[in-house]
């Protein structure tokens, strides 16, 4: 029993204690919490005084700043203020000026139309004294005045027509003069860096033959030979009495030579039937294809023209068979272009353009002589189907001004031609081709009115006309030179320049009694 009730006095005791213990521990609580909650309550006070601090220091730079913008602007409208014053001050000056200047030409004005009134009279005065003056000259030279003034005109005229005449002589022969030495030196200087040789060749059709018994073998049994190679070749061969000699005819020079070429294969192989024939007139044509071709790509390889079309290029090459007045047309295109280079560099125009065109301005010359039209129009449409510059179709085109040239290389152009056509030597025509364009000149000088007698001289390089005195004085003589001159340009082919000259002779005779 004794240990019955320490049992429940431990238990009581402990229950004692943990009540107790609890009702400590709730005690130590609430001061610790009341404890912190008075240091939040500081801690929070503390904040907001510091908040307050900071919002009042805000406040006191936020209104600083207000206060310092609100006087800027303050100092900046004054000074608006007091610009637009010294603006205003400005236009009151201003105004006042203007007001005066208005005053002063106002008075001006007065001033001017009174002297103007003044002149006015004077005027009236001096045509009423203008009238007498006339009244009375013609009172005392029995002329009224549309008399007198054809009289003045008629002398005046007259006078006026010498000088005129003496005035244009005299500029014609400081133009000429100036002209020809500057051409002599453009000219001199392009020929001298040109340097090429010149012979004058005519293209022939004539084939050797070892003996005159190949002559029989070339006609072969009833002409079968001759007449399968003229069929073949398209060409005429003329078998006569030249010793030791064929001619082969043709217009076409290309074909020419290509039967000229299988001729001479021909008898020089020995063998001469149909058969043989055709076989070697094929292998010629093969040949003389290859030769434009190589001589094409040299004639643009030695004027210096990179990049034209095949096609053009073969063209080019058929002028290595083509002459003209006995000068080889190929050579004569080269030797164009660099002349033409050559201008255009002393000119200052386009190089590249002047030497593409003086190499290509005789183009239309290799075309088949079936096709319609001039050499140069030719030229020029076979140019622009493959992309040739304008400027340069336009200078083939131009250079017989058969249309009108459209830029400097153009007129280049056409003077490297005729530098290269009339150098000495360069070409030479038929006597028969000579007479008639001598008499051409001659006709075409005998035309005009007032001539008596005309003489080409020179081998037609010069024409001299003589004309009546009474009917061409010295102002018409010149106006008749210049036409005559323009009159074989438009309608005569020749190489180099004519030259025309008018001559107006006065003969006075008289008897001593």
Same mark, same amino acid.
């Given at each position: 029993?004794?240990?019955?009730?320490?049992?429940?006095?431990?238990?009581?005791?402990?229950?004692?204690?943990?009540?107790?213990?609890?009702?400590?521990?709730?005690?130590?609580?609430?001061?610790?919490?009341?404890?912190?909650?008075?240091?939040?309550?500081?801690?929070?006070?503390?904040?907001?005084?510091?908040?307050?601090?900071?919002?009042?220091?805000?406040?006191?730079?936020?209104?600083?700043?207000?206060?310092?913008?609100?006087?800027?602007?303050?100092?900046?409208?004054?000074?608006?203020?007091?610009?637009?014053?010294?603006?205003?001050?400005?236009?009151?000056?201003?105004?006042?000026?203007?007001?005066?200047?208005?005053?002063?030409?106002?008075?001006?004005?007065?001033?001017?139309?009174?002297?103007?009134?003044?002149?006015?009279?004077?005027?009236?005065?001096?045509?009423?004294?203008?009238?007498?003056?006339?009244e009375e000259l013609q009172r005392i030279s029995q002329l009224s005045t549309e008399e007198a003034r054809a009289i003045?005109?008629?002398?005046?005229e007259k006078d006026t027509r010498s000088d005129m005449a003496r005035i244009i002589r005299q500029i014609e022969m400081?133009?000429?003069?100036?002209?020809?030495?500057?051409?002599?030196?453009?000219?001199?200087?392009?020929?001298?860096?040109?340097?090429?040789?010149?012979?004058?060749?005519?293209?022939?059709?004539?084939? /050797?033959?070892?003996?005159?018994?190949?002559?029989?073998?070339?006609?072969?049994?009833?002409?079968?030979?001759?007449?399968?190679?003229?069929?073949?070749?398209?060409?005429?061969?003329?078998?006569?009495?030249?010793?030791?000699?064929?001619?082969?005819?043709?217009?076409?020079?290309?074909?020419?030579?290509?039967?000229?070429?299988?001729?001479?294969?021909?008898?020089?192989?020995?063998?001469?039937?149909?058969?043989?024939?055709?076989?070697?007139?094929?292998?010629?044509?093969?040949?003389?294809?290859?030769?434009?071709?190589?001589?094409?790509?040299?004639?643009?390889?030695?004027?210096?023209?990179?990049?034209?079309?095949?096609?053009?290029?073969?063209?080019?090459?058929?002028?290595?068979?083509?002459?003209?007045?006995?000068?080889?047309?190929?050579?004569?295109?080269?030797?164009?272009?660099?002349?033409?280079?050559?201008?255009?560099?002393?000119?200052?125009?386009?190089?590249?353009?002047?030497?593409?065109?003086?190499?290509?301005?005789?183009?239309?010359?290799?075309?088949?002589?079936?096709?319609?039209?001039?050499?140069?129009?030719?030229?020029?449409?076979?140019?622009?189907?493959?992309?040739?510059?304008?400027?340069?179709? /336009?200078?083939?085109?131009?250079?017989?001004?058969?249309?009108?040239?459209?830029?400097?290389?153009?007129?280049?152009?056409?003077?490297a031609d005729a530098i290269s056509g009339a150098r000495p030597g360069a070409r030479r025509e038929s006597l028969e081709?000579?007479?008639?364009?001598?008499?051409?000149?001659?006709?075409?000088?005998?035309?005009?009115?007032?001539?008596?007698?005309?003489?080409?001289?020179?081998?037609?390089?010069?024409?001299?006309?003589?004309?009546?005195?009474?009917?061409?004085?010295?102002?018409?003589?010149?106006?008749?030179?210049?036409?005559?001159?323009?009159?074989?340009?438009?309608?005569?082919?020749?190489?180099?320049?004519?030259?025309?000259?008018?001559?107006?002779?006065?003969?006075?005779?008289?008897?001593?009694?």
């Open positions: 029993m004794n240990s019955t009730i320490w049992i429940i006095i431990e238990i009581v005791s402990a229950v004692v204690a943990l009540i107790a213990g609890f009702a400590i521990g709730a005690w130590y609580w609430k001061n610790k919490i009341e404890k912190e909650q008075l240091l939040q309550k500081v801690e929070g006070d503390r904040i907001l005084e510091d908040a307050k601090e900071k919002a009042l220091a805000v406040e006191l730079k936020a209104r600083d700043e207000a206060l310092e913008i609100h006087k800027k602007a303050e100092n900046e409208a004054l000074r608006r203020r007091n610009e637009v014053n010294r603006e205003e001050d400005r236009v009151q000056k201003r105004r006042e000026e203007l007001d005066q200047r208005l005053d002063r030409l106002d008075k001006r004005e007065q001033v001017l139309n009174k002297r103007q009134s003044a002149i006015d009279k004077r005027a009236n005065e001096i045509e009423k004294l203008h009238s007498d003056e006339m003045l005109l008629q002398e005046v400081e133009a000429r003069e100036e002209g020809e030495t500057r051409a002599r030196k453009i000219i001199t200087t392009s020929i001298q860096r040109i340097a090429s040789d010149h012979v004058a060749e005519i293209t022939t059709s004539v084939v /050797n033959i070892p003996s005159e018994e190949m002559k029989g073998r070339i006609i072969g049994r009833n002409g079968r030979n001759i007449h399968a190679f003229e069929q073949a070749a398209g060409v005429d061969v003329i078998v006569d009495d030249t010793p030791e000699a064929v001619t082969i005819s043709c217009f076409d020079p290309v074909r020419r030579e290509i039967a000229r070429r299988s001729l001479a294969k021909l008898i020089q192989d020995g063998r001469i039937h149909p058969a043989h024939i055709e076989k070697v007139l094929k292998t010629e044509q093969k040949e003389v294809e290859r030769t434009i071709i190589e001589a094409g790509e040299q004639a643009v390889y030695e004027a210096g023209v990179p990049g034209l079309h095949p096609e053009i290029i073969k063209t080019l090459g058929r002028l290595k068979y083509r002459t003209s007045y006995g000068q080889n047309q190929l050579y004569h295109s080269v030797e164009s272009a660099k002349i033409a280079a050559a201008l255009a560099a002393e000119l200052g125009a386009d190089i590249d353009v002047a030497r593409s065109a003086g190499l290509l301005h005789d183009l239309g010359k290799a075309i088949d002589y079936n096709v319609e039209g001039t050499h140069a129009q030719l030229g020029a449409e076979l140019a622009r189907r493959y992309g040739v510059n304008p400027k340069v179709v /336009n200078a083939i085109a131009s250079h017989h001004h058969e249309i009108d040239q459209e830029s400097v290389e153009a007129v280049i152009v056409e003077a081709q000579y007479i008639k364009r001598v008499k051409a000149l001659e006709e075409i000088a005998n035309s005009h009115k007032g001539v008596t007698q005309s003489f080409a001289l020179q081998a037609g390089r010069e024409i001299r006309i003589f004309v009546r005195p009474d009917d061409i004085d010295d102002l018409a003589a010149t106006h008749l030179a210049r036409d005559i001159a323009r009159q074989i340009e438009e309608s005569m082919q020749y190489p180099g320049q004519i030259k025309v000259t008018v001559i107006r002779e006065t003969r006075v005779v008289d008897y001593a009694k």
